[in-house]
């Protein structure tokens, strides 16, 4: 998937796992997950680490795309800059080790409204929260 410079894009963050009482008395597990939406500004080339390192075929040409990309609160996410090191493109990540994915298209509620740890889903990109 390749981002424009400008183009506005939605990202999901995992924040830390935590334990709540829900109304009946029974002790949880809950993920808190925010959506955010992040412009991108700055798209580059950067090289296949992982296939390099697979095929042992050394260093080649950059070919692969990266991002970095700002939030409405102004913290930059980076994507792949440093080189991709998997088979797909990685997650998002902050210089303070938060972690994000991109946000499906589909509804948050079916993607986590059914876990079985729960998780309180906020959607920073509208007014909803569910």
């Not at 080339?45 to 080649?60: A, I, Q, Y």
């Not at 509804?107 to 309180?120: N, V």
Request: net charge negative; with cysteine; aromatic share 10%.
């Amino acid at each position: 998937m390749s981002f424009g410079v400008g183009s506005i894009e939605k990202i999901d963050e995992k924040g830390s796992p935590f334990g709540a009482t829900c109304q009946f008395g029974c002790a949880h597990t809950v993920t808190p997950v925010t959506r955010r939406s992040i412009t991108i500004v700055e798209a580059r080339k950067v090289r296949d680490l992982f296939s390099e390192g697979w095929s042992n075929s050394g260093p080649r040409a950059a070919s692969l795309e990266a991002y970095r990309a700002v939030d409405a609160d102004g913290t930059e996410w980076l994507r792949d800059w440093e080189g991709w090191t998997g088979d797909r493109p990685g997650s998002w990540k902050t210089a303070d080790g938060r972690r994000a994915e991109s946000a499906s298209v589909a509804d948050p509620g079916k993607i986590y409204g059914s876990k079985a740890s729960g998780y309180t889903f906020t959607d920073l990109t509208t007014t909803t929260e569910t």
